[in-house]
């Protein structure tokens, strides 16, 4: 039995190799290796926060998020209307981690891009991914479960 539970806390240590990036707005796990980098987000705004890079260093992409503060809760519609997309095109909401909002997929010449648009009880997330057209699938795991993780500090 004892044995079982070393096993069992070895096995946790092991996976748990993730690092919590805390910004003002916002917290977001990510796994050992990856970096990020930080611009400042507009300054005549106080509700944009600043523009957060996430990528690795032997990755093919990078992942962009920012925060904006809202007052209240952004409705399903306007969260649709903020996403300038024909209504045409079929978004679907869904859930990620805290946050609900629509996802959608795009090539540009030899580029892919993954866009999010989330919204919580203090704002909205812009998410942007983009990688090389060739290798989209490579990292793309990762980049959801990062998104997943993303949680809005309360103010």
Do not use: C
Request: without cysteine; proline residues 5%.
């Amino acid at each position: 039995m004892k044995s079982f539970i070393a096993i069992g806390i070895f096995g946790i240590t092991a996976i748990s190799n993730a690092e919590t990036l805390s910004f003002p707005s916002i917290r977001i796990e990510v796994e050992d290796g990856w970096v990020h980098s930080i611009e400042g987000g507009p300054q005549a705004s106080p509700e944009w926060g600043d523009l957060i890079s996430i990528y690795h260093p032997n990755g093919n992409g990078i992942l962009k998020v920012q925060f904006y503060s809202t007052p209240s809760l952004v409705s399903k519609d306007r969260l649709r209307n903020m996403t300038n997309m024909e209504w045409s095109t079929p978004l679907v909401w869904q859930n990620w981690g805290d946050n609900s909002g629509y996802q959608y997929d795009f090539w540009e010449r030899v580029s892919f891009f993954r866009q999010w648009w989330l919204a919580n009880d203090n704002g909205i997330i812009f998410i942007v991914y983009n990688s090389k057209n060739e290798s989209k699938d490579i990292e793309i795991d990762e980049i959801n479960e990062i998104v997943n993780s993303i949680t809005v500090n309360k103010p």
